[in-house]
């Protein structure tokens, strides 16, 4: 069974431009979420989907979105990037909402 | 809100046992989960407590302690290749949302 899948894995980006992320669930998981990492502020939740609903937001501004399709699959966005965007975006699918998390490897956003 | 600390570093030999510990704060309380990260790469699940007592698998146990806010991940017969990331994490729902600590940065020495 393939694993959770997400593209690019790295990419470099200017201030002020935007970037788009993408994110294929495990067959079957209908849950996703995406966490930023960063060493000083480890995990953070962004978003979870659930058939195509945003059922959860976390604390961060406008500038990021995302949206689920109909088949599970999911992009986030990032526009007007800052230097401070610069980590690790990591998506994680589950067969439901309190299921265990299985992540991909991340798409390491760089922004100079 | 809900908020989670745990060490940041802890460092051990092979073939001894560690624990890492997590106290938690929560306005509601769904269960509490531990995840092991390698250099950076994917996050994998380890564990996950709902109710009190301790959870075995393998090498690997977590405990739980509602009552004191407070669980721990015990790692037995400690390998080389367990040197990595531990974080524990708590949902902020009953939805898909998890809160995680800051991560213990287990390093195991021969």
């Known amino acids: 069974k393939a694993g959770v899948t997400q593209t690019p894995r790295y990419l470099i980006k200017t201030r002020g431009q935007q970037v788009t992320l993408s994110c294929s669930p495990i067959?079957?998981?209908?849950?996703v979420s995406w966490y930023q990492q960063t060493p000083g502020q480890g995990l953070q939740f962004l978003f979870e989907?659930?058939?195509?609903?945003?059922?959860n937001k976390g604390n961060f501004p406008g500038r990021f979105s995302g949206r689920q399709f109909s088949n599970s699959r999911s992009e986030m966005n990032v526009s007007t990037l800052e230097l401070g965007d610069s980590a690790l975006y990591l998506c994680?699918?589950?067969?439901?909402?309190?299921?265990?998390?299985?992540f991909g490897e991340g798409s390491r956003l760089t922004v100079l | 809100g809900q908020s989670l600390e745990q060490p940041s570093e802890v460092t051990a030999v092979e073939g001894a046992i560690v624990q890492i510990n997590c106290t938690y704060q929560t306005s509601g309380f769904y269960g509490l989960s531990w995840y092991q990260q390698h250099d950076g790469g994917a996050p994998t699940f380890l564990s996950y407590?709902?109710?009190?007592g301790l959870e075995e698998t393998g090498r690997f146990s977590s405990f739980l302690s509602r009552s004191d806010s407070y669980g721990y991940l015990l790692l037995q017969e400690l390998q080389m290749k367990d040197s990595a990331s531990y974080f524990c994490?708590?949902?902020?729902?009953?939805?898909?949302?998890?809160?995680f600590g800051q991560g213990t940065e287990l390093s195991v020495k021969p």
């Open positions: 994490a708590v949902p902020y729902n009953q939805g898909g949302k998890l809160i």
């Open positions: 407590n709902g109710l009190d």
């Open positions: 989907y659930f058939s195509e609903t945003q059922r």
């Open positions: 994680a699918s589950s067969l439901d909402p309190q299921g265990e998390l299985f």
């Open positions: 067959s079957g998981h209908r849950s």
